[in-house]
Nanobody
Framework: QVQLVESGGGSVQAGGSLRLSCAAS????????MAWFRQAPGKEREFVAS???????THYADSVKGRFTISRDNAENTYLQMSSLKPEDTALYYC????????????????????WGRGTQVTVSS
């Protein structure tokens, strides 16, 4: 069964950094469109960042642009480097994958994605 497993969450003070990792269970994920989402208590799940491996194209939500960086290695791992963290970044962070996509489109909707991890908690204190 296809699985995505997130790790790297934790508690940090405002201004700090964390690096999240997403490990996929199959090599086929190397060709998938990958993204990070987050969900704060009482709020809807929202898009954070996405990446296509084949052309290196990335896309970010305005709220994290310049502070977060999505990257992928040559295996099945996707990362989210988070810097200058703010209390409003506190959320459960999810990794998501989309196997079939158009190379020129950006996918930011929850319903766009076929596979999800269970999430890793990030808590930023002021």
């Amino acid at each position: 069964q296809v699985q995505l497993v997130e790790s790297g969450g934790g508690s940090v003070q405002a201004g700090g950094s964390l690096r999240l990792s997403c490990a996929a269970s199959e090599r086929t994920f190397r060709t998938y469109y990958m993204a990070w989402f987050r969900q704060a208590p009482g709020k809807e799940r929202e898009f954070v960042a996405s990446s296509t491996l084949n052309n290196g194209r990335t896309h970010y939500a305005d709220s994290v642009k310049g502070r977060f960086t999505i990257s992928r290695d040559n295996a099945e791992n996707t990362y989210l480097q988070m810097s200058s963290l703010k209390p409003e970044d506190t959320a459960l962070y999810y990794c998501a994958a989309k196997p079939v996509y158009s190379i020129n489109r950006v996918y930011t909707g929850v319903s766009d994605y076929n596979y999800w991890g269970r999430g890793t908690q990030v808590t930023v204190s002021s």
